[in-house]
């Protein structure tokens, strides 16, 4: 009898210890959301710079339109350049079928701060919403409600 109470005993103990860390896997995993890799142009020659940030979990457009938010931000180190001028931001974003569409407000055509190329600039915007959301097929830019041509 004493081997069966300790067998059950035990199997009660694995269960709560993995209970505990599956909670704790969940609840941290919540806290911290996913990471996300941008591409900025760097300052220092016509390369890529890489930054990675972490963003709230969020599914489909909604995840998408979060990271259009951020990248519109600019990159966090002074060695990159913003992706377009300081101030362009997303008027609406949203996922129909595997295009995106996007408008942004017209600060991004004064081309002020250290902002690159603004042609350079959309090249690489779509690059980052390919790369990082692969069942987006095509991006649609509209500037203050205009649409622009595909680059």
């Given at each position: ?41 760097s ?71 250290n ?18 959301f ?18």
């Amino acid at each position: 009898m004493k081997n069966k109470f300790n067998l059950v005993s035990k199997i009660l103990q694995i269960l709560l210890v993995a209970a505990f860390v599956f909670s704790a896997v969940e609840y941290f995993s919540k806290i911290h959301g996913r990471r996300f890799l941008f591409r900025f142009e760097s300052v220092d020659a016509k390369k890529t710079s890489l930054e990675y940030r972490i963003l709230p979990h969020k599914k489909g457009s909604e995840a998408i339109s979060l990271y259009v938010d951020e990248i519109l931000l600019g990159p966090k180190t002074e060695r990159a350049r913003p992706i377009f001028s300081p101030g362009t931001k997303s008027k609406f974003c949203f996922l129909r079928g595997k295009t995106l569409f996007v408008n942004l407000s017209g600060e991004l055509l004064y081309q002020t701060g250290n902002a690159g190329d603004i042609m350079r600039g959309i090249e690489l915007f779509k690059k980052n919403i390919f790369k990082t959301f692969p069942q987006v097929k095509s991006v649609e830019i509209f500037i203050d409600g205009k649409q622009i041509p595909n680059v």
